[in-house]
């Protein structure tokens, strides 16, 4: 028998099962975002996600460890917006070449409204959660914690382009970031009813007059 006659394994494609669990994953996400708004924090069950998501509840605890597990992957992928770039990476390209710092305030502005649309809901849903819930707790100073780094990141590239106002540290503008560009969505947009435009104007007014020298 010669060696070209000697059929070789076929090489395992692992392609199609990883876009199927690709796939599952976000079916449970979308599933656990819309029962979380509608049941709340307590009312939502992983059974329950597990059922509507049309998997088993294993799959769901393997999968994401959780309550807390789910709405950690919920906000997770609230933080990435609508686009079909995260929100993180298009305000990253922004601050990265834009030679004017209004313009990546400008930026930071559009997408506070375009993440808040899904992610103040779930922030108020944690924060709410946090009270009652020691893991929901622990989530919710992960999520301070983590927005409070990204803040600072964005705060380090004005700093490193001389652009912060004479007295302000990145700290301090980290802080401030984190109170006007993701606090004001809900009592604004949510309760009071501004409109998008209203919100980005003022955020873009109030981020300006506060960081840049």
């Known amino acids: 028998m010669t060696s070209s006659s000697v059929k070789r394994p076929r090489r395992y494609d692992a392609t199609g099962r990883r876009r199927a669990a690709a796939a599952r994953r976000d079916r449970i996400v979308g599933c656990a975002h819309r029962l979380f708004l509608a049941e709340g924090y307590a009312g939502t069950t992983v059974a329950a996600v597990a059922a509507d998501a049309g998997v088993s509840v294993e799959t769901v605890y393997k999968a994401f460890g959780g309550k807390t597990g789910l709405v950690r992957a919920v906000w997770d992928r609230a933080l990435q917006g609508t686009g079909p770039t995260p929100a993180e990476h298009r305000s990253d390209a922004v601050s990265s070449t834009a030679e004017d710092p209004r313009q990546v305030i400008a930026t930071w502005a559009r997408l506070s409204a375009e993440v808040g649309a899904t ?95």
């Open 119 to 213: 992610a103040a809901p779930v922030l108020a849903l944690v924060r709410a959660a946090a009270l009652v819930d020691p893991e929901a707790a622990e989530l919710l100073r992960e999520i301070d914690a983590a927005r409070l780094r990204r803040m600072t990141h964005n705060a380090e590239a004005l700093d490193r382009g001389g652009h912060l106002r004479p007295g302000l540290d990145v700290r301090r503008a980290a802080e401030i970031m984190v109170v006007t560009s993701g606090l004001l969505y809900e009592p604004l947009m949510i309760d009071a009813g501004w409109s998008e435009g209203e919100y980005v104007d003022l955020v873009e007014r109030l981020l300006a007059a506060a960081l840049l020298g």
